[in-house]
């Protein structure tokens, strides 16, 4: 009989994730240590954030920490339709690195030291976005309520990218507007 996974993400690690996830300023900085966090948290190995390319149906990579350049460099990471987060917009555990078919480089996990992975769709509104994947050298299984800690915390940061996305755009268009001639704008 398997063992029941101890609860691993305290409420108050889980408060202060979410409480930085409102009110940073730096987005980068934010991204820093919400990994950092994750894995203190989880006590894994690493964490990568990917975001979607949806002109290319491939993740990119935004930030790691745990994880070496080598592995980052291992080469594109498809969408799979089969088995997807993105299919399914729930998380998807792989206890075994090395022997699921899912994995597209299971050589360089193996390399890598990874064992197994939990991946958690980033999203926002109804769309997704991105994802969390969080490599550990161990077979490691979660609790329910670490899980949902988690989705929750993975939607709070689509909402957080997303409105990134939306004040670097209105930047951008306002850097414009302001570059203009004061003729075409009725400036003073």
């Known amino acids: 009989m398997k063992e029941k996974p101890v609860r691993m993400i305290r409420l108050k690690d889980f408060r ?6 409102s009110t940073y300023e730096d987005f980068s900085l934010m991204i820093n240590h919400f990994i950092e966090a994750v ?22 990579h935004v930030r790691s920490q745990g994880v070496s350049e ?8 498809f969408i799979d ?30 390399k890598e030291g990874f064992v197994s ?30 899980i949902e800690s988690f989705c929750v915390l993975a939607e709070h940061l689509g909402l ?8 670097n755009f209105l930047e951008t268009i306002k850097a414009a507007v302001e ?3 004061a003729r075409m704008i009725n400036r003073p």
């Not at 993105?86 to 699921?100: K, Y």
């Open 179 to 181: 570059s203009l001639p």
């Open 16 to 21: 202060t994730v979410s409480h930085a996830l």
């Open 39 to 60: 894995i203190r948290a989880f006590n894994v190995k690493g964490c990568s954030l990917l975001l979607l390319d949806e002109a290319e149906n491939q993740l990119f």
């Open 117 to 146: 992975m939990a991946t958690f769709p980033i999203k926002c509104k109804q769309a997704i976005v991105g994802m969390i994947r969080v490599y550990h050298n161990k077979v490691w299984s979660l609790h329910d309520e670490d």
């Open 81 to 110: 339709e089969q088995y997807s987060s993105f299919v399914t917009g729930a998380p998807v555990f792989v206890e075994d690195l090395q022997n699921d078919p899912r994995i597209q480089y299971p050589e360089a996990a193996a």
């Open 70 to 77: 080598e592995y980052l460099k291992k080469g594109a990471i």
């Open 160 to 167: 957080v990218i997303e409105n990134n996305g939306l004040k």
